[in-house]
């Protein structure tokens, strides 16, 4: 029997190729052979997701001709895509596009920035903010304060301590979503939350879907879980998911899980809106594939008044299909690591339940801070400040990168913490390299995407304002300058830490 459940036409594929290979390739950047190209272009369109993974490919012949390249260069660009695990073929069923297993990582380390470099280096590798004080201040007095019954108690808590997930619980019950404590666990941090669910769902060789591009740490966690990744192309800009796009892979690939970050997507910024959010529910129900929902950048509007969509689980009244995570790292501080899911009380108990083979249970104290800040007010006071906070840096560097570097391209997001630039051409790997070199660290695009996509883009945070927003992006062309003049050889990021 084939193996594949789409089929993608001669004259479609000859179209999404040629399209690709306009974009400008970049300076410093040898033209491949055509073999290779086609071979690329290929592997691109099924990284980001614009054609499915198991879709049938046009037979050599064909796509020779639409595309008007001899059948020896589709062969050869075939023979590659086999060999890197992108492409299956059977004799008398053809062959379909697929996804290698385990999705090698890209070798890059993931380290903090040593404390010598700190001072001198402008660190735009993390999409985290510095505690909002005086409430981090605040929060751990009066976490002190109700320590005392806590300390008479083995202190074990891996559900989360009753009261905070209560208090979880009530957040939601106010935004509409009726929640019970049942349906929350605390966890250490967003990671630890998708590390359990992961964990709980998807053993080794299991198929995640994935937006492309996704979150650079929660991908790599996917890797290593052993998880094979089927990423979907964004849709353009900031319009978020090309629903169409995802109904179609969920039904003919059916993975167990699908990963999304629905508010103020990262890397990208892009916010789906509630038609987009009930049809992936929907979607995903019909293929009977979990949806996993990470809220972690949820409360960072950045504009007064503006009005966020409905929660994706709020299209999911019997909680079956939906299961969504939440973070005080962003609105709040990373330093914290609380995180939380909300799902269904039995999936929290199988949760709980593995947690006894994992890290049995999130800080009492931290759990205790969160709770303090948020059933005094001042939970409410300090994402206030964050907002102000991340609108300055976001319009400071925004004005300082379109002054420096008018060729980057980028849309301007409403909330969240990150700017996805297209950088005119140029590798975002090797700016990467040698951002390091003239003082800056950025994270290259491929960080965000399958198996090296988006290598034309680095990711900058809202994370810096004023005359150091102004230095980055001189820094920035500076690299861009030195890329140009054919700088930076390798195609790997040392000691990037990516948040
Ligand atoms: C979308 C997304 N999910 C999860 C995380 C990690 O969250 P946490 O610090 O709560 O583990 C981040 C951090 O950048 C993020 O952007």
Not at 23 to 28: E, L, M, S
Not at 161 to 181: S, V
Not at 285 to 302: F, I, K, N, Y
Request: hydrophobic share 45%; proline share 8%.
């Amino acid at each position: 029997m084939a193996q594949w459940t789409s089929a993608v036409g001669s004259t479609q594929l000859a179209r999404l190729i040629t399209s690709q290979q306009a974009r400008p390739a970049g300076p410093g950047t040898r033209r491949p052979p055509a073999y290779r190209a086609l071979a690329d272009g290929v592997r691109t369109l099924v990284l980001e997701g614009r054609v499915p993974v198991a879709a049938r490919l046009p037979a050599e012949r064909e796509l020779a001709q639409s595309l008007n390249v001899s059948r020896t260069t589709v062969a050869a660009a075939y023979e590659a895509l086999r060999s890197e695990g992108f492409l299956e073929s059977r004799r008398g069923a053809g062959s379909w596009t697929a996804v290698p297993a385990g999705n090698p990582l890209p070798a890059r380390g993931l380290e903090p920035l040593p404390p010598e470099a700190l001072g001198s280096m402008i660190d735009l590798g993390c999409a985290a903010l510095p505690a909002p004080e005086p409430w981090l201040t605040r929060g751990v007095q009066g976490a002190l304060e109700e320590l005392p019954p806590y300390a008479h108690t083995h202190g074990d808590y891996p559900a989360g301590l009753p009261a905070l997930r209560q208090m979880i619980a009530d957040r939601y019950t106010e935004r509409g979503i009726p929640t019970m404590p049942e349906q929350i666990m605390v966890t250490t941090g967003a990671m630890g939350a998708i590390d359990a669910i992961c964990h709980l769902f998807a053993g080794r060789g299991e198929r995640i879907a994935v937006e492309s591009p996704s979150y650079a740490n929660i991908l790599q966690l996917m890797r290593e879980a052993g998880a094979r990744l089927v990423p979907i192309a964004m849709a353009e800009g900031l319009s978020g998911w090309d629903v169409e796009r995802w109904r179609q892979v969920l039904r003919e690939s059916a993975p167990r899980l699908a990963y999304v970050v629905a508010d103020f997507h990262n890397p990208t910024g892009a916010l789906p809106d509630d038609d987009q959010r009930r049809a992936l529910v929907d979607a995903a129900r019909s293929a009977g594939t979990v949806l996993v929902v990470d809220e972690t950048m949820s409360e960072l509007w950045l504009e007064p008044g503006f009005e966020m969509p409905r929660p994706v689980c709020s299209f999911d009244p019997a909680g079956s299909s939906v299961i969504t995570v939440g973070s005080a790292s962003k609105a709040f501080w990373a330093g914290m690591r609380i995180g939380w899911v909300r799902a269904a009380p039995d999936v929290i108990r199988s949760l709980v339940a593995a947690r006894a083979y994992a890290d049995l249970g999130t800080p009492v104290v931290e759990q205790l801070a969160v709770n303090w800040l948020m059933s005094t007010g001042g939970w409410e006071q300090a994402v206030a400040l964050r907002r102000t906070q991340a609108l300055e840096n976001r319009d400071a560097l925004v004005a300082a990168v379109r002054r420096e570097l008018p060729d980057w391209e980028f849309e301007v997001p409403k909330g969240g913490l990150t700017l996805w630039v297209r950088a005119g051409g140029l590798s975002g790997s090797r700016l990467a390299e040698v951002g390091e070199r003239v003082g800056v660290r950025v994270p290259s695009g491929p960080r965000f995407g399958v198996d090296g996509a988006f290598e034309g883009f680095v990711r900058l945070p809202f994370t810096v304002g004023g005359a150091l927003a102004d230095e980055a992006a001189v820094r920035l062309a500076a690299a861009a300058r030195l890329v140009e003049g054919g700088a930076g050889g390798s195609a790997q990021q040392p000691h990037t830490f990516v948040a």
